[in-house]
C-alpha cells in the first residue's frame, strides 16, 4: 500500500461535501498520510473556456509533490477502474517503491490537457459526470476502501 497520498482539488469544499471528506480523511490518516491541496478555481464568468483550465492546470502544476505518481481524475480520459483493482493498484505501487501518490481533481470544467498529459496515468469512477466535489469525496471513499481491502478487513464486504 502507499504511505502518502496527496490530493489536488480546484476548488474549495463547503457544507456536506466537505463534512464528507474530514470523516474519509480521519479514517485514512490511520492508514498513512493523506493531504488535501486545494487550489483556487478561475473565473468562468470572465476567462474563456481555454483560459479557465488553462489557469487552474498552472495552479495545480506548482503544488505537485516531486518524485510522487500522478493520477488524473478523468471521466473521458481515465481508464475504469473497479474498487479492487484501485487497491492493487495502490498495493503494487507501495510495493514497487512509489509510496507517494498524487492524484488530480479538476474543476467544474475538468482538466487542461497539459495536465492529462503530464499525469502518469488517469482514471474514472464511471460514465456518469461527477461534480467536482463529489469527485472528491469518491475518491477518498475508494482510498479508505482500498486500505481495508489490502488489508482484508470488512468494510468491503
Known amino acids: ?3 502518502a497520498a496527496t490530493i489536488l482539488a480546484v476548488g474549495k469544499l463547503k457544507n456536506w461535501p466537505d463534512e464528507a471528506c474530514e470523516d ?3 479514517r485514512l490518516r ?3 498520510r493523506v493531504e488535501v491541496i486545494e487550489v483556487p478555481e478561475a473565473d468562468m464568468n470572465r476567462l474563456s473556456h481555454g483560459e479557465v483550465l488553462a489557469a487552474e492546470a498552472e495552479r495545480l502544476e506548482k503544488r505537485i509533490p516531486s518524485g510522487a505518481r500522478t493520477i488524473a481524475l478523468d471521466r473521458e480520459s481515465g481508464k475504469h477502474i473497479s474498487s479492487e483493482k484501485f487497491a492493487g493498484k495502490l498495493e503494487a505501487l507501495g510495493v514497487s517503491g512509489q509510496s507517494h501518490v498524487a492524484f488530480i481533481i479538476g474543476g467544474a470544467i475538468g ?3 497539459g495536465i ?3 499525469a502518469d496515468e488517469a482514471i474514472s469512477f464511471g460514465d456518469i459526470t461527477l461534480p467536482h466535489a ?3 469525496v469518491v475518491l477518498l471513499e475508494q482510498l479508505y476502501r482500498a ?5 482484508g478487513e470488512k468494510y468491503h464486504w
Open 111 to 113: 482538466l487542461d490537457e
Open 24 to 26: 474519509y480523511l480521519k
Open 30 to 32: 490511520r492508514h498513512g
Open 116 to 118: 492529462l498529459s503530464r
Open 1 to 3: 500500500m502507499i504511505r
Open 147 to 151: 486500505a481495508k481491502i489490502s488489508r
Open 134 to 136: 463529489l469527485a472528491r
